[in-house]
Structure formats: C-alpha cells, structure tokens
C-alpha cells in the first residue's frame, strides 16, 4: 500500500518560491511515477506536474511551466516541487501521488499540504 506524506506549503506573497516535498516510508519512490496535484476550493483536482519512473520524464501544466519544477532526489526517497514566482492562482492544496504503470490510478494520496499566495 502507497502512503505519500506532503509537506513545505505555506502563506506566501505573489512572486515568491516555495519548495514542497514528497516522501514515503516503506517503499522506495523512484520505482514509481510521481505526480503533484492541486484542488482550490469548489474545483477539481488537476495534475500539476509528473516525473516518470526509470528516464525520469517530467510533464508540467501548462500553466506553470516555466515557474514549476518537479525533480527526485532518490537518496532522500523525496519528490521535489520547486515554485518560484508564485501567483494567487497558484493557491490550492497541493497532494503528490503515485503509480508504477502508466495505465494505472494514481494513489497514495496524503492530506496535502496548503499553499496560499497572496496579492
């Protein structure tokens, strides 16, 4: 069973980083597809950015490519979500998740973690 953990949201202004973290116990994270997601209040939870199992292929939204970068670190067992030049729109709860096929679910979500950008 995946259980990922979420942690390094914050109160921020517009135009700061945040970097947020991914980790897991009992399994290594690098044999699986990460992915960071996002749920703002009264919308769906989208995918924000992934890095592939193996090549470690990364994908981004459109809308923060550019400003997001995922990124592994599989000494630490951590998924990284680097965000800089934060915007207000940027404001959600920010999960990751995992997989190992490409045609699978992903799962293990956490509680998430808060991420609240200021004007």
């Known amino acids: 069973q995946v259980q990922l953990v979420e942690s390094g949201g914050g109160l921020v202004q517009a135009g700061d980083s945040l970097t947020l973290s991914c980790t897991a116990s009992?399994?290594?994270?690098?044999?699986?597809?990460v992915g960071w997601f996002r749920q703002a209040p009264g919308q769906e939870r989208q995918l924000v950015a992934s890095?592939?199992?193996?090549?470690?292929?990364?994908t981004l939204k459109d809308s923060v490519r550019g400003r997001f970068t995922i990124s592994r670190d599989n000494a630490k067992n951590t998924v990284y979500l680097q965000m800089n030049s934060l915007k207000p729109e940027d404001t959600a709860v920010y999960y990751c998740?995992?997989?190992?096929?490409?045609?699978?679910?992903?799962?293990?979500w956490g509680q998430g973690t808060q991420v609240t950008v200021s004007s």
């Open positions: 998740a995992a997989k190992l096929l490409v045609a699978q679910n992903y799962n293990g």
């Open positions: 890095i592939s199992r193996g090549d470690g292929t990364t």
């Open positions: 009992g399994l290594t994270l690098s044999v699986f597809t």
